[in-house]
């Protein structure tokens, strides 16, 4: 890709006018944004609607928009803070689970992998691989889970997660460790 | 890290672990935006590049902020420097030597220096002497006042060691300068050789001269004032050896006036007297009586002179007493218009 069709690029160009611009950009990131927010947002239409919100402030914030970092960084911010507006408001439980102090990578042991009776990919162990990951994805505690969906769906480095959900570099590191560990250990019984 | 697992791992560990999870997440299916939900975030991008054209862009302060303060920093130095050029023309001498502002920069001419060392008054213009155009008057005003003393005495200074006529005349104002009344008088004789000095060419060297600001130093200054008295009394025999001169044209009288040899004499002597000479009859006018002291003319009217009015009279005389009543009539009434409140010598008066 080059400088005159990166992400930044784009959204500059879109300031200036350029309507191409911004389609050229939403196609490149609708599918992942989409999915990293349904995938936490349990209930579908609401992360539609979570989905819709992010790309109207992207629009209403493009005037003001200065290439400070990678704009897929500041997107995925932006569907962070929206998502975690959701959380304190209607799932108080998840959102609870983000201020847990995990910097040393401890994590509250009501926390861990769901255990094989628990989830529901040991009762349907004939489906395929991906469903089981999502199904481990959803087992997994709420900012585990945010670390995995950003590195996969918003291609971000560990540098770049521990930016977009305000925490330390190496807290996103061990957020990102746990997910990639329990996610392997349940998987290690479909493959 | 408490978990012995994951604190085994090290890094290619978890980025094999990684890759593998990866590859097994891609798998799944791709959930996308529904196509309606795609079209309305779409055009509502659309409507936003229409409907806000401007906002959308940069503001034009924020776009011509840079060019804008580029060109007012320019007219800024521009204006500061002629400021500077005008109020210390001596800084820019390169310019008046290529003319591009002869008018109000030329420090070499020593009539455009002359109101400067003259001081206040010869602003003030005494009764019978010819007034001085407004414009110059005023620029005469503001060079007199924005100077300060010390620099007038550096500028004479360095003009001393350039141009040794305008010194050697220039110095006994600052010598005697504690003698209003002879300060004055003296004064008035560095403005009257303002016409010679401009008519003649201005000196090179003077031209390209540099601004001095130091402090005259103590010694310097005492060798100087002994050269300025020496100076000033040079300058006094000289003014009476001229105001004997000029008594005798003025005195012709009726009786006179058919003795032609003597003034027809005096003209052939000071016809082709030098432009150096001048400062010394211009200067007896200046000590003499208001009404023999015709002030010198401003530089400008001074170059269309047809000399001082001295030599004017003498000439209106000769062609009175050479019979061209036609012309001298012509020339006196032109001599009147140049200086109307000066008193004419009794050898025109009489037989007029």
Redo the contacts between chains.
Sequence with gaps: MTDENSDEALMLR??????AA??EL?ARH??GL??FI?RQCRVRERA?EI??DV??SL??A??RYRVEAQFRTWLYTMAHNKLMDYFRSNARAEAVLYEVKDD???VATNDGVASRTQEPLVQAESR???????RL?TALPAPQREA?LL??EGGLSVDEIAQATGVSFEAAK?R???A??K??EG?AEY? | MNDPKLNSLDDSEFDRELAVTSRAYKSADGELPPPAMDDAIRAAARRAVKSQPHAMGKSWIVRYSAPLSAAALVMLTVSIGFIALDERPELAPALVSEGVRPGVTAPASTAMRAPETAGPEVMQSPRGLPAVPTAEKKAMRERSTNAPQDRLVESRKTDSVSRPNEAAVAAPVAALAKDANIASALERQVVAPAPAAAAAPAPAPVVKEAPVFVADPAPVAATRREKLAENTALSKQEMSQERQAIGSIAGAGPAAGNDAPRPAQKTAAQAPAPATTAPAVASSSAVAPPTYAPPAPPASMADKADGPPEKWLKRILELKQAGKTREFDEELVKFRKRYPDYALPAALTAQK
């Design positions: 879109y300031q200036t006018g350029d309507a911004f389609d939403y609708r599918g989409y999915r349904t539609e989905f819709q790309w109207m629009i209403q493009a005037e040393d990578g401890e395929q691989q991906g469903e089981a990951i999502i994805l995995f590195y996969e061990s990102l460790r746990y990639v560990a996610l392997r998987l493959v």
